[in-house]
Each structure stands twice: as structure tokens, then as C-alpha cells.
């Protein structure tokens, strides 16, 4: 599985084009088109879970966050976020929320030597 094609809604599309090109971030809006470029790379990258997906995106996230303009700081303060909202979602979208392993230490961490997460 896997691919060469992603598909971002305009309004992300848009919002990640301020940052990468205007350095305008409006930090929510920022931080969640981040977090979905993020996602849908790992779907390309052949991840199927949703969960798991979504917690490799908030990890990701920072250095991607980075690569297009914001600080470290800023870009790790958005993921942080971002996963505070994942832990409310409820319903439908309830099966984008992180497992408990995706925190610091747990199965999911990308980088179990670095002390901060996401
Ligand atoms: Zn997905």
C-alpha cells in the first residue's frame, strides 16, 4: 500500500501556502494543515491505521512544521496542541484518536531517545 498522491482540501492547501510563502501562520489553522500534510504522508508511506497514522503525523509534524518556516519551538508547541484536540475526539472521528502508546517512551514514539513529544 501506499502512493504518490496526496489530496489536501483548498483550505489547507491555502494555509500551508502562507506559511511556506507569506511566513504567515495563524497558529490552529497552521498547526491542523500540518498535522494533515503530515497524516496524509504517512498514508503514502503505505500506514493504514488511522490511530497510528495520525500519531506518526503529530510526531512528523514538528520537523515538517520546521522545514516550512516555523520554529522548532513554535512547530513542537502546534503538534502538542494538535494532539490535546486528537484526545477529544469522540463519534465518527473517534478512529483518528492516538492509542495510549503515543506518547513519550510508548510503541509509537519515533524517537524514544529524544525526551519531548511530540
Ligand atoms: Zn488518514
Not at 500540518?34 to 496524509?40: G, M, Y
Not at 504522508?41 to 518556516?69: I, M, P
Not at 463519534?91 to 524517537?111: I, K, N, Q, T
Amino acid at each position: 500500500m501506499g502512493g504518490t498522491r496526496a489530496y489536501l482540501t483548498p483550505e489547507r492547501c491555502y494555509d500551508l501556502y502562507r506559511l511556506a510563502f507569506r511566513h504567515d501562520v495563524v497558529f490552529s489553522r497552521t498547526a491542523r494543515a500540518l498535522d494533515v500534510l503530515a497524516h496524509e504522508s504517512w498514508h503514502l508511506r503505505g500506514v493504514r491505521n488511522e490511530a497510528r497514522t495520525e500519531c506518526y503525523a503529530l510526531q512528523s509534524g514538528v520537523k515538517l512544521g520546521e522545514r516550512l518556516g516555523v520554529s522548532a519551538q513554535t512547530a513542537a508547541r502546534m503538534m502538542r496542541a494538535q494532539l490535546i484536540e486528537n484526545s477529544l475526539l469522540i463519534g465518527g472521528d473517534s478512529e483518528y484518536r492516538v492509542p495510549p502508546e503515543c506518547r513519550e517512551g510508548g510503541a509509537l514514539d519515533l524517537a524514544p531517545r529524544r525526551m519531548t513529544f511530540p
